[in-house]
């Protein structure tokens, strides 16, 4: 496979050759290629321009067709491939194409449906328009691909495509590849006029049948920069080219194919991956069967262990005597005690209820378990009435205030002066 983990089929000046890794190998036909590859073709005498037509968009390429037959370039129908276009204002649009006959077009279609395996085709200068997204910049640059008698040369920026022409040497001798490349120097400058722009920087790619022209002046010298190249046998000889460090950059998105060829290739490519995907998951999944049979395993061991000790557990266990009724006793005490009223308390009761003039010789307080039981005696100097009085309103007051009266003694003393 190749570098980036591709196979390719390379067609240029009517021949072909198949590329896998660092080894290139030339063949007859496709049908001596198997496995899914990219197949990048010149397409044997088409032609890659740009044209600035006055029709909107969705009529540019009907409009191409005819411009190109009616200035005798074509002499049966024409098919275009569009690599770029926009449109500038209303009703005129600018083109970048690829145009070759249609029954040449159909035939490079026909060969990639009838591959066995999956296989996208890519015209030449879909390459060269990749290049130009990919610079980094700013300005419009020249990418120059010279091969045998042939150099393809495309001038323009990441969004914008200048100029694109094929310049052809009558052979392969010094003089005519030095013409060639004065060709493509003469291009470079007459775009910079027509468009007033100026050209930074000069790509050139090259093949194996590349040949450097003649030193240029130095304000075009200075510009120029390879591409990285890479080592690369065919026939047991080596070769550096940079043609195919240019492939790696594009995507199957930019080829011509159909959409079904497209999907197809994609879909083999991640087949593998899948594959690889699928037999982890089922491993993660027996892997997973087989550690929780193990835990299910001891989870009904440790089962039957538990039911096991269930009849024991069914006996009645004799249940030890606890001493609580000293405790109950001394807690319902200290309930009763909360309850009952205080010995200050007491005398505010009596004081409050006793009458004027009263006097209270004794006074007897027993705290039983639930009652307090209360003696008092008291003696009043009063009038038998207002003495009787007084004891009757204190008994009174004594009953208002919660208390029971249980028994109680009213005594009188009578007691005279005597005179002499």
């Given at each position: 496979m190749a570098a980036s983990g591709k196979q390719y089929v390379i067609e240029l000046d009517g021949t072909l050759y198949k590329c896998s890794g660092d080894r290139l190998e030339q063949i007859e036909d496709l049908r001596d290629v198997t496995g899914i590859c990219w197949f990048v073709s010149d397409f044997q005498g088409a032609i890659s321009r740009t044209m600035t037509l006055e029709a909107p968009m969705r009529y540019t390429e009907a409009m191409v067709r005819k411009k190109l037959q009616e200035a005798g370039e074509f002499d049966e129908p024409v098919s275009i491939v569009t690599h770029w276009k926009r449109q500038k204002i209303s009703n005129v649009t600018d083109i970048f194409f690829t145009a070759l006959p249609t029954r040449l077009y159909l035939q490079y279609l026909e060969q990639t449906k009838s591959y066995e395996d999956s296989l996208l085709l890519f015209p030449l200068y879909s390459l060269l328009c990749c290049l130009l997204r990919h610079m980094r910049q700013k300005g419009p640059v020249a990418v120059v691909f010279q091969h045998n008698r042939f150099a393809d040369l495309i001038i323009g920026t990441r969004k914008k495509v200048f100029f694109a022409n094929r310049s052809v040497a009558f052979?392969?001798?010094?003089?005519?590849?030095?013409?060639?490349?004065?060709?493509i120097m003469s291009d470079i400058r007459n775009t910079e006029a027509e468009n007033r722009i100026n050209v930074g920087n000069v790509l050139t790619l090259t093949w194996l049948n590349s040949v450097r022209g003649p030193d240029w002046p130095d304000d075009m010298e200075n510009r120029l920069?390879?591409?990285?190249?890479q080592l690369v046998y065919l026939d047991e000889e080596h070769y550096s080219v940079s043609f195919l460090k240019a492939m790696e950059m594009m995507s199957g998105l930019e080829s011509i194919s159909g959409h079904m060829e497209k999907v197809s290739y994609y879909a083999q490519r991640?087949?593998?991956?899948?594959?690889?995907?699928?037999l982890l998951v089922t491993l993660l999944f027996f892997l997973g069967y087989f550690w929780y049979a193990r835990k299910s395993e001891l989870v009904e061991t440790e089962l039957k262990g538990t039911l096991s000790q269930i009849p024991g557990l069914r006996q009645e266990a004799a249940v030890s005597e606890i001493p609580y009724k000293e405790t109950f006793g001394f807690v319902r005490e200290l309930g009763h005690y909360q309850k009952m009223p205080s010995f200050k308390e007491l005398l505010g009761d009596i004081s409050g209820a006793l009458p004027e003039g009263v006097i209270v010789d004794s006074l007897k307080a027993d705290f039983d378990d639930d009652e307090v039981k209360i003696e008092a005696s008291a003696r009043v100097r009063e009038s038998f009435d207002m003495a009787y009085r007084g004891y009757q309103n204190f008994l009174y007051a004594m009953r208002q205030k919660g208390y029971v009266v249980s028994g109680s003694d009213f005594n009188t003393i009578f007691g005279a002066s005597l005179s002499s």
């Amino acid at each position: 496979m190749a570098a980036s983990g591709k196979q390719y089929v390379i067609e240029l000046d009517g021949t072909l050759y198949k590329c896998s890794g660092d080894r290139l190998e030339q063949i007859e036909d496709l049908r001596d290629v198997t496995g899914i590859c990219w197949f990048v073709s010149d397409f044997q005498g088409a032609i890659s321009r740009t044209m600035t037509l006055e029709a909107p968009m969705r009529y540019t390429e009907a409009m191409v067709r005819k411009k190109l037959q009616e200035a005798g370039e074509f002499d049966e129908p024409v098919s275009i491939v569009t690599h770029w276009k926009r449109q500038k204002i209303s009703n005129v649009t600018d083109i970048f194409f690829t145009a070759l006959p249609t029954r040449l077009y159909l035939q490079y279609l026909e060969q990639t449906k009838s591959y066995e395996d999956s296989l996208l085709l890519f015209p030449l200068y879909s390459l060269l328009c990749c290049l130009l997204r990919h610079m980094r910049q700013k300005g419009p640059v020249a990418v120059v691909f010279q091969h045998n008698r042939f150099a393809d040369l495309i001038i323009g920026t990441r969004k914008k495509v200048f100029f694109a022409n094929r310049s052809v040497a009558f052979d392969k001798s010094d003089e005519q590849i030095s013409a060639l490349w004065d060709m493509i120097m003469s291009d470079i400058r007459n775009t910079e006029a027509e468009n007033r722009i100026n050209v930074g920087n000069v790509l050139t790619l090259t093949w194996l049948n590349s040949v450097r022209g003649p030193d240029w002046p130095d304000d075009m010298e200075n510009r120029l920069f390879s591409m990285e190249e890479q080592l690369v046998y065919l026939d047991e000889e080596h070769y550096s080219v940079s043609f195919l460090k240019a492939m790696e950059m594009m995507s199957g998105l930019e080829s011509i194919s159909g959409h079904m060829e497209k999907v197809s290739y994609y879909a083999q490519r991640v087949i593998p991956y899948l594959n690889s995907i699928v037999l982890l998951v089922t491993l993660l999944f027996f892997l997973g069967y087989f550690w929780y049979a193990r835990k299910s395993e001891l989870v009904e061991t440790e089962l039957k262990g538990t039911l096991s000790q269930i009849p024991g557990l069914r006996q009645e266990a004799a249940v030890s005597e606890i001493p609580y009724k000293e405790t109950f006793g001394f807690v319902r005490e200290l309930g009763h005690y909360q309850k009952m009223p205080s010995f200050k308390e007491l005398l505010g009761d009596i004081s409050g209820a006793l009458p004027e003039g009263v006097i209270v010789d004794s006074l007897k307080a027993d705290f039983d378990d639930d009652e307090v039981k209360i003696e008092a005696s008291a003696r009043v100097r009063e009038s038998f009435d207002m003495a009787y009085r007084g004891y009757q309103n204190f008994l009174y007051a004594m009953r208002q205030k919660g208390y029971v009266v249980s028994g109680s003694d009213f005594n009188t003393i009578f007691g005279a002066s005597l005179s002499s």
